[in-house]
């Protein structure tokens, strides 16, 4: 019997994925370019509202803390409603809260809208490429989620581009750039209505008929005949009575007891060698690229040269992720991440020490391009780390726990500065990146090996 999953691993690339990849990723880029604006917001700040550095680094650090819930949260609720509503919903509650903080009047309302900004953040990033990795076919699954990521360098180049001719125009450039923020609250209604629910979960809620509907959908868009009626199946779940036409609400207790916890003794050493990656990537990647307009600034130059050398240095993202998205399936998941994880480090210990413009630039591109690329392919590896009932919550708990370092890399920064400036900065980064080298080589490969259903 060949199930919906199996048909949907042994279909070509189509133009069915093609849509849902664009369509999840231009939510991708809203998201990235949301984080980015911050970063130009908080040198534009320190000038017009006279900000020290340690509020500063709270405006920034924020909605890493509200990043950190919504992770967990998000993932949770993927398990439980879809992985589209909760794709949708987030882009509603960041888009909004993104374009009232435009309006802001004191650095308290800024405060508290950048931490609603971070809930609906932090809820999405895991949701999507959980759901783009489950219809992604097998053969070039990892490659597809890399392209995912890649959709974030797009996204911070907007920033970076809205940063450079925007924010610095006047007293409100800020303010503006934070409007343009507004797109993802009406984008949310493409997400809603344009973009299919996981196969996946719609088995594991009983809705088999729906889940035959859209795997016949993609099957018609690559040509493909389906199977006759008495040769598919669902996936086999263990314990459940005949599906229903409508999902319920919740789970019983004995689809609780069926979810394989993250932390079991098959889970639990590739969540915590997962968790550690998640969490040294964060540090290094936010403490470095929030805080990095602001100590051009600190450096001399003025808001429009180091937003200028901020846009070169993002400009290397794209080829980072184009070369991981590659590599993934030629070297495979755990090697690519941990050579990416390795690159970053050398790129943050020369940024440290870089003391012209073009010295800068140089270890700034390196930099963005080896960070990017490990981004890719961390995003590609989580979701196949875990079985289907404990997808969205498992990739969703090891981005909360990365969070909570990029929630403390922005409020160290300033005090790495005052104890041992940029180099030790870059210094405390890289030595990050290596530990998360070292944990990403203890995962398990999963390149070309089905997504485990149960």
Known sequence: MTTRTERLDGLPFTRKHRRLLLGSGVGWALDAMDVGLISFVMAALAVHWALTPTELSWIGSIGFVGMAIGAALGGLLADRIGRRQVFAATLLVYGLATGAAALSTGIAVLI???????????????????????????????????????????????????????????????????????????????????????????????????????????????????????????TPLPDRAAPDRVAPVGESPREEAARESIWSPRLRRRTGALWIVWFGINFSYYGAFIWLPSLLVSQGFDLVRSFGYTLIITLAQLPGYAVAAWLIEVWGRRVTLAVFLSGSAVAAGLFGLAGSPATIIAAGMALSFFNLGAWGALYAIGPELYPTRTRGSGTGAAAAFGRIASIIAPLLVPVMLGAGGTAMVFGVFAAAFVVAALAAFTLPERKGVALEET
């Open 112 to 234: 508290v809208l950048r931490f609603i900004v971070g809930l609906g953040l932090g809820a999405e990033l895991p949701v999507a490429s959980t759901l783009v990795s489950e219809f992604a076919p097998r053969r070039i699954r990892g490659r597809v989620v890399v392209i995912l990521e890649g959709f974030w360098a797009v996204g911070w180049i907007m920033a970076a581009l809205i940063g450079y001719f925007v924010v610095p125009t006047g007293d409100d450039g800020w303010r503006w750039a934070l409007a343009i923020g507004l797109v993802p609250a009406a984008y949310a209604l493409v997400i809603r209505f344009g973009l299919p629910e996981s196969v996946r979960f719609l088995e594991s809620k009983g809705r088999v008929d729906e889940a035959e509907r859209i795997v016949r959908e993609y099957e018609a868009s690559a040509g493909v005949e389906p199977p006759a009626a008495e040769t598919t199946g669902t």
